[in-house]
């Protein structure tokens, strides 16, 4: 018949653990929380020394503070550990809770404010001492005995401050890691130690550790957000048990099983009502606000709320394979899948963090040397230049740490699918938020895409000497197995019972329609191309109408033709017109329908272009024709389909779009992006966070190179000073953190 892809799809594996996962038996899959985990950049070594670890998976991800270890060896994943402590000394790491209340932010910002308080209560007594009580005895030296207590309480400081930092610029040495965060702000403060500066070099260290407190703030406010938004689990279910209900895990739970949801309680695991009529709140799902009906026999999805009444169901799937299993599943490996702009970022830090540490070599070394050898000599008003030069350079290496860079950006695109998620739209990675914005050519799918995909019979034309009832009934005994839309509603239009029991064979022939014997008569119904397959040459009625047809015959006698139509969506047209504003420059239609029926639809619609009666591969063909017209670097091309019969398509394409996919395993597993709500205006909310976001990010690199640049030149000449360093590293840092969150807001 004419259905759209009556196929077996494959599924897109986006988010699996690293390539390098070991496989076979006695794998085991391990989640911890990596706490005082702020830095981009720190997460990023780790991640790459964890994938160089053989007999090892593992997936870090920096937006939620989440480990994934998956290896078979006890070992290997101690080693694991170890590895992450060596790379990063402060952080703790302890094994995620299964219970999904408890991973809360840790007490690292708590930590750091008390060393921030004892610290700046040693570097208060020591300004003191140096500005009003022993001016001028830093010039003395260590054989005043007044300097040591000057110098004391600067030193205090400057270790309680200051020895996090130390000791992991000490382990990055051991690594032969030279070039991160803390080594260069170790140069620069001990540096500014040695020759005698040491108000900056302690509140260098000190305002470097206010920084680290606020940047931890506003990381964890970002996880929060995330968090807050994926408390959809629910922490127990009622299990039915010898006539008594016992709260449980809902891990516990078997498949068949029946759990109670009580008004008010969240449903902890997918199943089908037995008992009970209620209404559910699926906005925590879709981001839809209106309540939706439920009564014995429909789905309940975990993550829903049963709002008014105590309602009994049966466990259908495992809490592992849920629904709201498989959206925190794949909201929280969302920002594995890195976007191009995190990527360039990444490998620009690898080559811009030597290249100013050079820099700042020369600007200690040359200056000083030229003028010895009277070169620069006329720029020069007085000799003693040589730590004027050394203290320009240690600004410029505080001035020049990447914080800024590596830390907003990952923030921001994971801000944006956090966004996107509260909106409905579920991205599997950055990469594709990011790319969303790129769309040039949008394809979509027909049938429960841009229609309803609730088919009524309009009309049965009869032939040959068949009546309307036995035409009914023949396409209703070839539809009796089927659960397509138009098998239900020609069922529906027959209206009487069809006894499954004389159905000696089924065969559902992908893109033509079925083929059944039952009681001895061989039945036909689907599309034109069932006619006419091998073996098979039916005449038939050559037949015009809007709509979808479905031909019937029996014993190879064509029996006559059932027209049928699909109702297009509320919201189809109004977002078509909305996404040709947005500048998505092609909408193309492609179906395996027949012409009269997409053509309609099409005009309807406004689509551009159209292509029916396509079979599967021809549909991949359509779209591989469409990216040869495009610039690939720069223009994607988009496939928005059901999830479940389009996987092929939607693989196929730049991006695919599951619509509706609520519910859908293989939507999921598909779709590179999934509208859980089923609306097609979601499309427009995809745009809008898509660009919404990729302008925060792109804000933040000019904020960070803007202000870097200016104090860069500014620190080299010797108008800067540390305390302006500090600004244009763990200032515009903070800024852009927050700058990033705000996309989660609005």
């Given at each position: 018949?004419?259905?759209?892809c009556?196929?077996?799809?494959g599924s897109?594996?986006?988010?699996?653990?690293?390539e390098g996962?070991?496989a076979g038996?006695?794998?085991?899959?391990?989640?911890?929380?990596l706490?005082?985990l702020?830095c981009a950049?720190?997460?990023?070594k780790?991640?790459?020394?964890?994938?160089?670890?053989?007999?090892l998976?593992s997936?870090?991800?920096?937006?939620?503070?989440t480990l994934v270890?998956?290896?078979?060896?006890s070992?290997?994943?101690?080693?694991?550990?170890?590895t992450?402590?060596?790379?990063?000394?402060?952080?703790k790491?302890r094994?995620?809770?299964?219970?999904a209340?408890?991973?809360?932010d840790?007490?690292?910002?708590?930590?750091?404010?008390?060393?921030?308080s004892y610290a700046g209560?040693?570097f208060?007594?020591?300004l003191l001492?140096?500005?009003?009580?022993?001016?001028?005895?830093?010039?003395?030296?260590?054989?005043?005995?007044?300097f040591?207590?000057l110098?004391?309480?600067?030193?205090s400081?400057?270790i309680?401050s200051?020895?996090?930092?130390?000791?992991?610029?000490?382990?990055?040495?051991?690594?032969?890691?030279?070039?991160?965060?803390n080594f260069?702000?170790?140069?620069?403060?001990l540096?500014?130690?040695?020759i005698?500066?040491?108000?900056?070099?302690?509140g260098?260290?000190?305002?470097f550790?206010?920084?680290?407190?606020?940047?931890d703030?506003?990381?964890?406010h970002?996880?929060?957000s995330?968090?807050n938004l994926l408390?959809?689990?629910?922490?127990?279910a009622?299990l039915l048990r010898?006539?008594r209900?016992?709260q449980v895990?809902p891990e516990?739970?078997s498949?068949?099983?029946?759990?109670?949801i009580?008004p008010?309680?969240?449903i902890?695991?997918?199943?089908?009502?037995?008992h009970g009529e209620?209404?559910v709140?699926?906005?925590a799902?879709t981001?839809?606000?209106?309540p939706?009906?439920?009564?014995p026999?429909?789905t309940?999805?975990s993550?829903?709320?049963?709002?008014?009444?105590?309602?009994t169901v049966r466990v259908t799937?495992p809490?592992?394979?849920?629904?709201?299993s498989?959206?925190?599943?794949?909201?929280?490996?969302?920002?594995?899948?890195?976007a191009?702009?995190?990527?360039?970022i990444?490998?620009?830090?690898?080559?811009?963090?030597?290249?100013?540490v050079?820099?700042?070599?020369?600007i200690?070394?040359?200056?000083?040397?030229l003028?010895?050898?009277?070169?620069?000599?006329?720029?020069f008003?007085h000799?003693e230049?040589?730590?004027?030069w050394?203290?320009?350079?240690?600004v410029?290496?505080?001035i020049?740490c990447?914080c800024?860079?590596?830390?907003s950006?990952?923030?921001?695109?994971f801000?944006?699918?956090?966004?996107?998620?509260k909106?409905?739209?579920l991205?599997k990675?950055s990469?594709?938020?990011?790319?969303?914005?790129?769309?040039h050519t949008?394809?979509?799918?027909?049938t429960?895409?841009l229609t309803e995909?609730?088919?009524?019979?309009?009309?049965?034309?009869?032939?040959n000497?068949?009546t309307?009832?036995?035409?009914?009934?023949f396409?209703a005994?070839?539809?009796?197995?089927s659960?397509?839309?138009?098998?239900k509603?020609?069922?529906?239009?027959?209206g009487?019972?069809?006894d499954?029991?004389?159905?000696?064979h089924y065969?559902?022939?992908p893109?033509?329609?079925?083929?059944?014997?039952?009681?001895?008569k061989?039945i036909?119904?689907?599309n034109?191309?069932?006619?006419?397959?091998?073996?098979y040459?039916?005449?038939?009625?050559?037949?015009?109408?809007?709509?979808?047809i479905?031909?019937?015959?029996?014993?190879?006698?064509?029996?006559?033709?059932?027209?049928?139509?699909d109702q297009v969506?509320?919201?189809?047209?109004?977002t078509?017109?909305?996404?040709?504003?947005?500048?998505i420059?092609r909408?193309?239609?492609?179906?395996?329908?027949?012409r009269?029926?997409?053509?309609?639809?099409?005009?309807?619609l406004?689509?551009?272009e159209f292509?029916?009666?396509?079979?599967?591969?021809?549909?991949?063909e359509i779209?591989?024709?469409l990216?040869?017209g495009v610039?690939r670097?720069?223009e994607?091309?988009?496939?928005v389909g059901d999830?479940?019969?389009?996987a092929?398509v939607l693989?196929?394409?730049?991006?695919?779009?599951?619509?509706?996919?609520?519910?859908?395993?293989?939507?999921i597993e598909?779709a590179?992006v999934v509208?859980?709500?089923?609306?097609l205006?979601?499309?427009?909310?995809?745009?809008?966070?898509?660009r919404r976001?990729?302008?925060i990010?792109?804000?933040?690199?000019a904020?960070?190179?803007?202000?870097?640049?200016?104090?860069l030149?500014?620190?080299?000449i010797?108008?800067?000073?540390?305390?302006?360093?500090?600004?244009?590293?763990?200032?515009v840092?903070?800024l852009a953190?927050l700058?990033?969150?705000r996309?989660?807001?609005?």
């Open positions: 018949m004419g259905r759209e009556c196929h077996n799809g897109n594996t986006t988010n699996k653990i690293d996962s070991p038996k006695g794998v085991e899959t391990r989640r911890y929380i706490e005082g702020t950049s720190c997460a990023a780790i991640q790459d020394a964890l994938r160089r670890m053989p007999g998976g997936e870090l991800n920096f937006a939620t503070g270890l998956e290896t078979s060896d070992e290997t994943e101690q080693k694991a550990l170890e992450i402590l060596s790379i990063e000394p402060h952080i790491i094994r995620a809770s299964e219970d209340g408890d991973d809360e840790s007490d690292n910002g708590s930590v750091i404010l008390k060393k921030i209560a040693f208060v007594i020591g001492l140096d500005y009003y009580f022993l001016p001028g005895i830093r010039e003395e030296g260590p054989g005043s005995i007044d040591w207590y110098f004391i309480p600067y030193l400081a400057y309680i200051g020895y996090d930092v130390l000791k992991n610029a000490a382990a990055g040495i051991s690594r032969k890691d030279f070039f991160n965060e260069l702000m170790s140069i620069a403060t540096g500014a130690f040695a005698g500066e040491f108000p900056e070099a302690v260098v260290m000190l305002f550790k206010v920084g680290e407190y606020f940047e703030k506003a990381v964890n970002s996880r929060r995330i968090k408390k959809i689990r629910a922490n127990y009622n010898d006539g209900t016992v895990s516990d739970v498949v068949g099983e029946s759990i109670l009580r008010g309680e969240r902890p695991l997918d199943g089908v009502i037995l209620t209404t709140d699926t906005s799902l981001g839809e606000s209106m939706k009906s439920l009564g026999g429909d309940a999805l993550g829903m709320v049963n709002k008014n009444a105590v309602i799937k809490f592992r394979e849920s629904t709201v498989k959206i925190l599943e794949l909201v929280e490996k969302a920002a594995a899948q890195k191009p702009t995190e990527k360039f990444t490998r620009f830090s690898k080559v811009y963090t030597p290249s100013v050079a820099a700042a070599f020369l200690a070394v040359l200056p000083p040397v003028y010895q050898i009277q070169v620069l000599t006329p720029l008003s000799v230049t040589y730590s004027e050394v203290y320009r350079a240690l410029f290496l505080v020049a990447p800024a860079l590596v830390l950006i990952p923030v921001g695109f801000g944006g699918i956090g966004a996107a998620a909106r409905g739209v991205f990675g990469n594709y938020l990011e790319a969303f914005r790129s769309i949008m394809v979509f799918d027909k429960g895409t995909g609730v088919f009524k019979v309009v009309d049965a034309r009869p032939s000497g068949f309307r009832d036995e035409l009914l009934r396409a005994i070839a539809e009796s197995h659960n397509h839309p138009i098998a509603s020609i069922s529906e239009a027959y009487g019972s069809v499954e029991s004389l159905i000696q065969e559902e022939i893109s033509h329609g079925v083929r059944v014997l039952s009681g001895g061989e036909l119904a689907g034109d191309r069932i006619l006419h397959m091998d073996g040459d039916i005449e038939h009625d050559t037949c015009e109408a809007e709509g979808t479905v031909h019937v015959a029996v014993d190879r006698r064509y029996a006559g033709y059932i027209v049928l139509a969506r509320d919201d189809a047209e109004e078509i017109r909305s996404l040709r504003e947005e500048g420059k909408l193309v239609m492609l179906t395996g329908d027949g009269e029926a997409a053509e309609m639809v099409a005009r309807v406004g689509i551009d292509h029916a009666e396509l079979l599967p591969q021809q549909k991949i779209v591989k024709e990216e040869r610039d670097r720069r994607k091309i988009a496939f999830g479940i019969n389009d092929p693989m196929a394409s730049d991006i695919g779009i599951a619509m509706g996919g609520l519910g859908s395993d293989a939507a598909a590179d509208l859980m709500k089923d609306r205006s979601a499309l427009l909310d995809a745009v809008h966070v898509s976001t990729k302008g990010v792109v804000g933040n690199i904020m960070a190179f803007a202000v870097k640049a200016f104090f030149v500014f620190g080299a010797g108008m800067a000073t540390m305390w302006e360093a500090v600004f244009a590293d763990v200032g840092a903070i953190v700058n990033s969150t996309i989660l807001k609005g």
